[in-house]
């Protein structure tokens, strides 16, 4: 008896990667990004590709604006208006109407003044909700917080939420990712918001690793408060400043819990009294990292004549046409990324040499990362990745696995930047 022919899977995969990519070529912005040859880059959930648009937007800003127009930039080139221009942008992205999103501060510094405003809106309510697994800064600032308030913080999964919730008096503020940063599990915004209200409590959705990728829907999904990240699936650029919504119904009793005169209701009057600004403008604190919201604002053309509803199935697509190659190729590594639509744009899987298998992929021009403790996370950031791509990495990923490149010992010492 002879053997039976072994069927070479990846022709196959070939056409239907082809036959997608023609599919969802409508939201194809690869052109618009300048990555470098050779390279499939699954981390622009950690630091979003650099794109023609906020490299020149980078470029002007610093050469032009600041080296020709000098201060006078701060009203010809609209630096002071600029954090509230870009967050009307990113409204847009994120389901938000107009006048309720700014950027300027970090993602901690943005989440802490909505932790803080919220308590102070729920005056005795002792509680405060958060999930154990976010992201840290997430904890520790929501923590802080609570210490400097005198709240409880109960840590309370995302899956538990609703269930405390239901029929309490205590909760504050319900604070949660809209995905894990690390399993890439699409929690139910709408669902848990409307759980906290129903207990006269506020909600707070981190969108880090959701906004630009997933159709958040915070008016219609009733949130509160919510923060997000710049340099990621935004591709603002390291360190791009992140963005804070507070809903509008809230604006007139928000109070920031770092008064500055960037959130005056006249800076320049240059009163020692704080009067907080009219709008989102009172949510400012200092000066805005002006060349940072630059770029991003040049980042944020690549999503100009896009849908963010088109832009998700894009990323579904790429998501789910990845883990059909790692089933098809015998990759069988567990996927802890829910197959069900309840994700984000990433897919991770565990390894118990983790670490190893990411610096491999990388070795072989696949960028992804590693979280502890034994997590392979690779981020389709929907606009500049394909279905070719994505089977280009599965193919890889398997080669790693079955070659056992892992073992390898220039694969195993860790960078201080993981
Ligand atoms: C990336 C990320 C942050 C980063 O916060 P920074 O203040 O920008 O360092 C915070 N929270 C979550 C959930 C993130 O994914």
Not at 123 to 130: A, I, K, S, Y
Not at 131 to 159: I, K, N, W, Y
Not at 324 to 340: A, F, I, K, N, W
């Amino acid at each position: 008896m002879s053997e039976p022919a072994r069927v070479d899977p990846v022709p196959a995969l070939s056409d239907k990667a082809r036959s997608l990519d023609i599919e969802h070529r409508a939201t194809d912005r690869r052109d618009a990004f300048v990555l470098p040859e050779g390279v499939i880059y699954l981390d622009g959930n950690s630091l979003g590709a650099l794109s023609v648009a906020a490299r020149e937007a980078a470029s002007d800003a610093v050469t032009r604006q600041w080296g020709e127009q000098l201060i006078t930039a701060w009203n010809e080139s609209a630096w002071w208006t600029a954090p509230e221009r870009v967050g009307d942008r990113i409204a847009g992205l994120v389901g938000a109407p107009a006048g309720s999103v700014v950027v300027g501060d970090s993602t901690t510094v943005s989440l802490y003044k909505a932790v803080h405003a919220a308590a102070r809106l729920r005056p005795g309510r002792t509680v405060v909700l958060t999930d154990p697994d976010s992201f840290p800064t997430d904890v520790h600032v929501t923590r802080g917080v609570c210490d400097q308030l005198g709240l409880t913080l109960e840590l309370v999964a995302p899956d538990d939420a609703v269930i405390r919730l239901e029929g309490s008096d205590d909760v504050v503020l319900a604070s949660y990712s809209h995905v894990d940063y690390r399993t890439g599990a699409l929690w139910d915004l709408a669902a848990i918001t409307a759980a906290a209200h129903t207990a006269g409590a506020l909600a707070c959705w981190d969108l880090c690793h959701s906004a630009g990728v997933v159709e958040v829907g915070l008016a219609d999904g009733g949130a509160d408060f919510a923060v997000g990240c710049g340099y990621k699936y935004l591709s603002g650029g390291p360190g791009a400043p992140a963005f804070l919504f507070v809903a509008p119904e809230h604006l007139a009793g928000f109070t920031n819990p770092i008064l500055g005169w960037n959130g005056h209701a006249t800076p320049f009057a240059m009163s020692p009294d704080h009067v907080p600004a009219e709008g989102i403008t009172r949510a400012r604190v200092g000066t805005p990292p002006v060349l940072g919201i630059a770029t991003l604002e040049g980042a944020l053309t690549a999503y100009d004549g896009l849908e963010v509803v088109d832009v998700r199935r894009r990323s579904l697509s790429l998501t789910g046409f990845f883990v059909e190659c790692l089933d098809v190729l015998g990759v069988d590594l567990p996927v802890v990324t829910p197959r069900s639509e309840a994700r984000g744009s990433q897919v991770s899987l565990r390894h118990p040499d983790a670490y190893a298998v990411v610096q491999a992929l990388i070795a072989r021009g696949v960028i992804g990362d590693f979280r502890e403790s034994d997590i392979v996370r690779l981020g389709f950031a929907p606009l500049y990745l394909s279905h070719e791509d994505a089977l280009a990495a599965a193919i890889h990923l398997h080669a790693v696995v079955t070659g056992r490149e892992f073992e390898r010992d220039e694969f195993r010492s860790r960078a201080t930047v993981t």
